[in-house]
């Protein structure tokens, strides 16, 4: 039963990882597995190691908290395979819904995250106002054009693993800034074996590393960290807001039968003032008037927030039936 639950928690991370905006990481946090996830990944070390070859493979996979990773990331890789299509498809075709969805789910979010702070202060205040500012800081920043070599792939999959299982910075939104989002997702699609075993390698380099840090800062500054991630949620608000107005774009494969038109820059705007790019080759050369498609967005706004409410519900009670 527990490894079930595993893994509908990984379906679910899978899925808030594919989306340019929303991380993973807020999901484990909300469903109660985040710092048993952090805890597990600093536990594949040079220990596990001498415990492998002394002990041998069982007492190593225990060391390791192997059972909790089987389902946890078979979930998120079932998840990511099966939806990346799908997500594609709605973030051309139905942005606006999208986006009111899980800007409803991270807003929910901030509540849930901040009130695992023990005691708010000072500390904890201007942690909370950092990570809101760099968030929001990241979230303006125009995308880059792409580059599929092998070498950039790894940095990007290092890079992008951090911010996956961060709360609040999403590893989509930032492989969108690097410009290779696109690359991942096309490779995904098409079952391009290289580009995907490099950039997860470069993922897993990443992730050994950037965990050691994140138990350090919870085991000493547990209350700062924690408003830090809280901020990074709010910060992060700016990016999935759904009314967006392009401003420019970046026209990939001109030409060719799989020409893509990428936004690079936008603007967020109130739902009124919500319109469509006319688009002269690559220039931005005016805007028509979208439907801004209010009250279903609103309706799926609340949705997202419900859908928060009953997954921290269900992961605190998991968590207390466990204890």
């Known amino acids: 039963m527990n490894k079930a639950l595993l893994f509908l928690k990984g379906l679910a991370m899978g899925a808030a990882d594919v989306v340019p905006g929303v991380?993973?990481?807020?999901?484990?946090?909300?469903?109660?597995?985040?710092?048993?996830?952090?805890?597990?990944?600093?536990?594949?070390?040079?220990?596990?190691?001498?415990?492998?070859?002394?002990?041998?493979?069982?007492?190593?996979?225990?060391?390791?908290?192997?059972?909790?990773f089987v389902p946890l990331f078979l979930g998120i890789g079932v998840s990511i395979v099966?939806?990346?299509?799908g997500i594609s498809w709605l973030l051309e075709n139905q942005p606006v819904l999208l986006w009111s969805f899980f800007f409803g789910l991270v807003f929910a979010s901030i509540f849930f995250v901040g009130k695992q702070v023990k005691k708010w202060g000072l500390s904890p205040g201007l942690a909370f106002?950092?990570?809101?500012?760099?968030?929001?800081?990241?979230?303006?920043l125009p995308a880059s054009?792409?580059?599929?070599?092998?070498?950039?792939?790894?940095?990007?999959?290092?890079?992008?693993?951090?911010?996956?299982?961060?709360?609040?910075?999403?590893?989509?939104?930032?492989?969108?800034?690097?410009?290779?989002?696109?690359?991942v997702l096309?490779?995904?699609?098409?079952?391009?074996?290289?580009?995907?075993?490099?950039?997860?390698?470069?993922?897993?380099?990443?992730?050994?590393?950037?965990?050691?840090?994140l138990k350090l800062?919870?085991?000493?500054?547990?209350?700062?960290?924690?408003?830090?991630?809280?901020?990074?949620?709010?910060?992060?608000?700016?990016?999935?807001?759904p009314w967006k107005q392009v401003e420019e774009v970046l026209i990939k494969h001109a030409g060719e039968a799989n020409e893509e038109v990428v936004p690079i820059l936008e603007k967020t705007v109130l739902p009124g003032?919500?319109?469509?790019?006319?688009?002269?080759?690559?220039?931005?050369?005016?805007?028509t008037a979208a439907d801004p498609q209010f009250w279903a967005a609103v309706g799926l706004a609340v949705a997202g927030a419900v859908l928060i409410f009953l997954l921290e519900k269900f992961g605190s009670g998991q968590s207390k039936k466990a204890a």
Not at 34 to 48: D, F, G, M, T, V
Not at 82 to 85: G, I, V
């Open 186 to 213: 096309n490779a995904i699609h098409e079952r391009d074996l290289t580009i995907i075993a490099v950039f997860g390698a470069g993922a897993v380099v990443g992730l050994l590393s950037f965990a050691r840090l």
């Open 82 to 85: 099966s939806l990346a299509k």
């Open 129 to 140: 106002v950092l990570g809101a500012v760099i968030a929001y800081m990241i979230t303006i």
């Open 217 to 241: 800062m919870f085991a000493k500054y547990h209350d700062v960290t924690i408003a830090l991630l809280s901020g990074f949620l709010l910060g992060s608000l700016n990016k999935i807001w």
């Open 23 to 68: 991380s993973g990481g807020t999901i484990a946090f909300i469903t109660g597995i985040y710092e048993e996830l952090i805890e597990s990944i600093n536990r594949i070390n040079l220990e596990a190691l001498r415990i492998l070859r002394k002990e041998g493979f069982a007492k190593a996979w225990d060391y390791i908290n192997g059972w909790f």
């Open 273 to 287: 003032d919500f319109s469509r790019p006319i688009l002269e080759g690559s220039e931005v050369i005016g805007q």
């Open 145 to 183: 054009g792409s580059n599929d070599a092998l070498w950039y792939i790894f940095l990007s999959g290092s890079i992008a693993i951090c911010a996956m299982i961060l709360p609040g910075i999403s590893g989509s939104f930032i492989l969108v800034l690097l410009g290779s989002y696109s690359i």
